[in-house]
C-alpha cells in the first residue's frame, strides 16, 4: 500500500471515531479560522510568552491586575493586531500578516480582560500612566534608577540582571521597558512600582526608560528605533 494512502487513512481515523453498537462517528474538523474557544487560542498564540495563566512567563504577565489597570483594551488590541516592529512580538492580525481574524482576535482581548482581580484594580495606589505623556530626563533617570534599582540590576544596570545590555535594549521596545518598570515580573523577582525604596511616580518611570533608551548602541537603535508606543 502506497505511503500516501496510509496517511489518508491515518486522517480519517483521526477525524472519526467508533460508536459502542459500532457505527462510524466523524468528528467535526475546525479550521484555525473558526477557533473560537478563549483557552485555546490563548495557548496557541501567547502562552509561550505570556505563561500558560497569563500572570507572565518570558515577558510580563498580560493577566495581571496592574497591567490590566494600565492598558485598555484598544491598547491591548493594538499590540496582538500589529505586534511590536524589531521585538519578539509579532502581529498576529490577517491584514497584518498574521493568523487571527479580527473576531479570534476580540475573543483573546476580552478573554485576557476576564482574568482581571475581583477588586478590578491593582489596588488601592494608581499606577503611573501605560504611556508616557512627555519626554523623559535621562539625567534624572539615571539616579532614580540608581536609587531604586541598582540593588539587582547593578551599577549603570549592568550587574548579575543586566538590564541595561545593547543586546537585550535591541530586542525591546521603550514601551515594553515602561511596562515592565510599572507591572514588575513577580514570578521573576522583580517588584512593580510600589515596592522600589519608594513608590515610583509617572516622573520616575519616563526618565528610566529615558536613560535605558540612551544604552542602545547606535546598532541597536537602528534594530528598533523607539520600537513605538503600542
Not at 67 to 75: H, P, T, V
Not at 156 to 164: H, L, Q
Not at 166 to 184: F, K, M, N, P
Request: hydrophobic content about 40%; some cysteine.
Amino acid at each position: 500500500m502506497k505511503s500516501g494512502t496510509l496517511s489518508l487513512i491515518g486522517v480519517l481515523g483521526l477525524a472519526s471515531c467508533g460508536a459502542p453498537d459500532g457505527r462510524v462517528v466523524e468528528t467535526p474538523v475546525i479550521r484555525p479560522i473558526e477557533v473560537a474557544d478563549f483557552r485555546a487560542l490563548y495557548t496557541q498564540n501567547c502562552s509561550g510568552c505570556h505563561g500558560l495563566d497569563a500572570q507572565g512567563g518570558l515577558t510580563v504577565g498580560i493577566g495581571g491586575p496592574v497591567y490590566l489597570a494600565i492598558a485598555d483594551d484598544s491598547s491591548i488590541r493594538r499590540v496582538i493586531q500589529d505586534g511590536r516592529r524589531g521585538t519578539a512580538m509579532a502581529a498576529f492580525a490577517q491584514k497584518a500578516g498574521g493568523l487571527l481574524t479580527d473576531a479570534q482576535i476580540e475573543i483573546i482581548v476580552h478573554g485576557i480582560r476576564a482574568h482581571q482581580s475581583a477588586e478590578g484594580t491593582a489596588g488601592r495606589d494608581q499606577p503611573p500612566a501605560y504611556a508616557a505623556s512627555q519626554p523623559g530626563d535621562a539625567v534624572r533617570g539615571h539616579n532614580v534608577f540608581t536609587a531604586n534599582c541598582s540593588m539587582c540590576h547593578g551599577p549603570n544596570g549592568r550587574g548579575a540582571r543586566t538590564i541595561a545590555d545593547a543586546s537585550y535594549l535591541a530586542l525591546v521596545s521603550d514601551q515594553h521597558l515602561r511596562t515592565v518598570i510599572i507591572t514588575g515580573m513577580p514570578h521573576l523577582g522583580m517588584p512593580d512600582w510600589r515596592t522600589h525604596a519608594k513608590p515610583l511616580s509617572d516622573a520616575d518611570v519616563t526618565d528610566v526608560v529615558a536613560w535605558l533608551v540612551e544604552q542602545r548602541t547606535p546598532i541597536s537603535a537602528q534594530l528598533n528605533p523607539s520600537g513605538g508606543s503600542k
